[in-house]
Antibody, heavy 117, light 110 residues
Framework: EVQLVESGGGLVKPGGSLRLSCAASGLTFSNAWMTWVRQAPGKGLEWVGRIKSKADGGATDYAAPVKGRFTISRDDSKNTLYLQMKSLKIEDTALYYC????????WGQGTTVTVSS | QSVVTQPPSASGTPGRRVAISCSGGSSNIGANPVNWYRQLPGAAPKLLIHSNDQRPSGVPDRFSGSKSGTSASLAISGLQSEDEADYYCAAWDDSLKGVVFGGGTKLTVL
């Protein structure tokens, strides 16, 4: 069974930085395309970005609201996905999920990021 | 405002059938497969339907998906109280180069 465990969330001031992690097990992580999805309080799901497997080039894609501020990376030796967030804005406040593959089969429980002064 | 539109709410009575629509455009639903997710209160989303009409293992056949042109639909038959949840459609958007989610539909079982 695939398990995803996000961590690293917390309270940060506007303009600050935070790095989220997603530890994966139960899958061949190096072969997996991984995605971050977020959900602002009381709102719907929003795609943040994804990273392809190294075998498929390892490229990243980002949603327009986070492009240039967020960076997705992976450490296949640790089966871990990362989301480096910089220049955080109040509107980045959300529950951040990591999920797998093209069709988002497995999801973690999420980690909460609160951007507030 | 999402580029993919869902009704904000839907409702039905136990045992009946309900359909949730998802309307997009030529760069998303019109060009790529649609997936559906269910999110129970306080829980992470769960894949319900992928590739327009495919049910993952373990999803009851009460749930079915369809797509026509730039619109898709999720149908739930034999409605049960535990089907009360938020439902989201999603598809890759070739223009935005990212996944677009519908705004979500809150299903109430009366």
């Amino acid at each position: 069974e695939v398990q995803l465990v996000e961590s690293g969330g917390g309270l940060v001031k506007p303009g600050g930085s935070l790095r989220l992690s997603c530890a994966a097990s139960g899958l061949t992580f190096s072969n997996a395309w991984m995605t971050w999805v977020r959900q602002a309080p009381g709102k719907g799901l929003e795609w943040v970005g994804r990273i392809k497997s190294k075998a498929d080039g390892g490229a990243t894609d980002y949603a327009a609201p986070v492009k240039g501020r967020f960076t997705i990376s992976r450490d296949d030796s640790k089966n871990t996905l990362y989301l480096q967030m910089k220049s955080l804005k109040i509107e980045d406040t959300a529950l951040y999920y990591c999920t797998t593959g093209w069709i988002f089969v497995a999801w973690g429980q999420g980690t909460t990021v609160t951007v507030s002064s | 405002q999402s580029v993919v539109t869902q009704p904000p709410s839907a409702s039905g009575t136990p045992g009946r059938r309900v359909a949730i629509s998802c309307s997009g455009g030529s760069s998303n639903i019109g060009a790529n497969p649609v997936n559906w997710y269910r999110q129970l209160p306080g829980a992470a989303p769960k894949l319900l339907i992928h590739s327009n009409d495919q049910r993952p293992s373990g999803v009851p056949d009460r749930f079915s998906g369809s797509k026509s042109g730039t619109s898709a639909s999720l149908a739930i038959s034999g409605l049960q109280s535990e089907d009360e949840a938020d439902y989201y459609c999603a598809a890759w958007d070739d223009s935005l180069k990212g996944v677009v989610f519908g705004g979500g539909t809150k299903l109430t079982v009366l």
